[in-house]
């Protein structure tokens, strides 16, 4: 959601982190901002509403000279975008602080401050923090001392970043709930809540956990934990390059992170199968044992990792024999669940730092599941930290905000966990030797698929004008369905929704008329003959009828219906193949029109709060 950058450095900053608020557009804001300490005792800032090009014109106008700052990228939860809500927050022209994560108590201590006499001029939770430091820089407490007291005071999330004008050498950053990373440099060092925003200037990078309170200078880093003693975190050098986020040959990150999907499955199934089989260390050491005592699968993950989930179960039962739950995080985290005996518990989540997610997963630690396993994209997130088991799908970088190959890597690494999972209950020596045939087959059909690209763009213009679209699957179909649905609504802002087709008779069939297309997967699979049925309910009733369908699939064209063609691929690895044609629709669909497909309003990438 919200993007921080920070620095402290011999030289100018200003650059380099509007360079990295760049980098992290991605997440999702409505506004932006920057201070610098141009002087000793002289705070400068600059904040706007809109985006960050905006911010750069501005700091045209008005230049930020000076060598320590702080930056970020708003996205709205208390008080709506605009630039008085915009970070930084600045008390009384002495400090300035920027802040991920939401303070659950702010109202009280709104209350308490204004008692004091502090004036609000946002209506931002976060102002609760600068007032707070201010008071106790100003009661003579050292820069690092005062952001501590702070903090002990705070209910919530947060990621901080805080200057003082009157000790300009010295940045403090401090992480509770909302990532944080700290970019070690040669006499400069920065934050920011990802690796992406400084690859640009290192690619050595520090993780701070919850809990961690850092005083940075340029040549200095100094970490104390939770319990206020000094902790040495690992350094780590990321593999990724500073051109790994770039758009290249692309006009939008999303067609461009679609097209990488061959490369991705391939790298999320290197080293991971034999000839024959799934190598169950590639979850883990101690995956073995465990796989093979579990009795019971539960599932928790959120929007587009919720619909991969969804299919797994699928695959699971079908393949394992075993029960298989799928839980909503947001919803699962507020019952009271029952656990099964001897159950794994899975937490998907493409950056690792789903608020929802993380939660689950530390209730679920506490509810006495065998072992908990995280399938997740980022390898010093959170969820990956705090988790037994861990499955890196090695998507790299997704920068648009509609997950495309995170999706399908996701897919990949639960199709994987299914048949390591069967290897020890009742999967059949020669058909788990066919899952890993198909599995190795899947870089290619994905290629074949993306073929079709001309195809579907045509198709794109018969939707453009539209205001509603149903989407229809039957089986592992359906999970597919609602991820088309999401893709659409996220970035053309059509309304779309999703539904086994065997439902439509139910209730959805009474919107059906020659307004609404109704888009529906056909792969050739047992479910074929009903999904027809069901389509011959909208053909009759005047509905307009995009079917993508396997190229096996005998399936008439005619007014009112188009019959896309699909490379034929087995069953079990049919959801990863239809999904691609879906996410391609959506994205020409956008592009007509003229939304912001990477960052479309409202929405984050990375969903750290409730």
């Known amino acids: 959601m919200c993007g921080i950058v920070g620095g402290i450095s011999q030289r100018e900053v200003a650059t380099i982190l509007l360079e990295g608020l760049r980098r992290l557009e991605y997440r999702g804001y409505d506004s932006a901002g920057m201070a610098v300490l141009e002087a000793p005792d002289e705070l400068r800032r600059v904040r706007v509403l809109g985006k960050v090009e905006r911010l750069a014109a501005d700091m045209a106008h008005h230049p930020l000279p000076g060598r320590s700052g702080i930056a970020h990228t708003r996205w709205a939860t208390h008080g709506e975008p605009s630039e008085r809500n915009a970070h930084p927050h600045i008390c009384r022209d002495r400090c300035a602080v920027v802040h991920n994560g939401i303070i659950e108590n702010y109202q009280l201590l709104r209350e308490e401050q204004s008692a004091e006499g502090h004036v609000f001029t946002s209506d931002t939770d976060t102002e609760v923090i600068v007032h707070a430091v201010y008071d106790r820089l100003e009661a003579g407490q050292g820069l690092l001392e005062a952001v501590r007291d702070t903090v002990r005071l705070l209910e919530g999330a947060y990621a901080l970043g805080v200057l003082d004008t009157r000790d300009p050498d010295r940045l403090v950053a401090a992480r509770y709930g909302s990532p944080l990373v700290i970019g070690l440099g040669f006499g400069e060092n920065f934050i920011a809540s990802d690796v992406f925003a400084l690859l640009a200037v290192t ?91 579990i ?33 909503v995080a947001s919803e699962y985290r507020y019952r009271k669940p029952v656990v099964p005996a001897n159950a794994l518990f899975v937490a998907i989540s493409q950056s690792g730092e789903t608020a929802d997610t993380l939660a689950a997963l530390r209730m679920a630690k506490q509810l006495g599941y065998t072992a908990t396993l995280a399938i997740c994209n980022v390898p010093e997130s959170s969820l990956v930290r705090e988790s037994e088991l861990v499955f890196l799908t090695r998507a790299g970088p997704e920068i648009g905000v509609a997950s495309t190959k995170a999706f399908t890597t996701q897919l990949t690494a639960l199709l994987l966990l299914t048949t390591v999972i069967g290897h020890y209950h009742g999967l059949d020596r020669e058909t788990e030797a066919q899952c890993v045939d198909l ?172």
């Open 203 to 293: 690619q050595r990078f520090i993780f701070l956990e919850d809990g961690d309170l850092a005083e940075i200078t340029r040549d200095t880093v100094r970490i104390r934990n939770a319990a206020g003693e000094p902790v040495e975190r690992p350094v780590k050098t990321s593999g990724l390059c500073a051109d790994a986020v770039e758009r290249g040959q692309y006009r939008h990150y999303m067609l461009k992170e679609i097209f990488e999907q061959p490369r991705a499955i391939e790298d999320a199934l290197e080293g991971r199968i034999s000839h024959s089989r799934v190598l169950p260390q590639a979850f883990g050491n101690e995956a073995e044992r465990i796989f093979e005592g």
């Open 439 to 610: 599995l190795r087959t899947l870089p290619g059909k994905i290629q074949a698929v993306l073929a079709l690209d001309g195809t579907i763009k045509g198709l794109g213009e018969r939707f453009a004008e539209k205001h509603h679209t149903l989407f229809l699957g039957r089986g592992d179909q359906y999970p597919i369905a609602l991820e088309g649905a999401l893709k659409l609504k996220e970035i053309s802002y059509i309304h779309a929704e999703a539904y086994p087709a065997g439902e439509l008779k139910h209730g959805p069939l009474a919107l059906i008329d020659e307004a609404m297309p109704v888009v529906a997967v056909a792969p050739n699979d047992q479910l074929l003959e009903k999904l027809k049925s069901n389509l011959e309910e909208v053909r009759a009733r005047g509905g307009e009828l995009f079917v993508f369908a396997d190229d096996r699939v005998t399936m008439a064209e005619g007014r009112g219906t188009t019959v896309i063609k699909i490379p034929q691929v087995d069953g079990l690895i049919s959801p990863l193949l239809f999904t691609v044609p879906l996410q391609l629709l959506a994205y020409h669909v956008a592009v007509l029109k003229g939304t912001d497909v990477d960052q479309p309003r409202n929405l984050a990438k990375s969903v750290t709060v409730e």
């Open 295 to 327: 009795k019971a699968v539960t599932i928790v993950a959120c929007g587009t990792s919720f619909h991969a989930a969804l299919v797994a179960r699928y695959w699971i039962e079908s393949l394992t024999g075993l029960p298989c739950n799928v839980e």
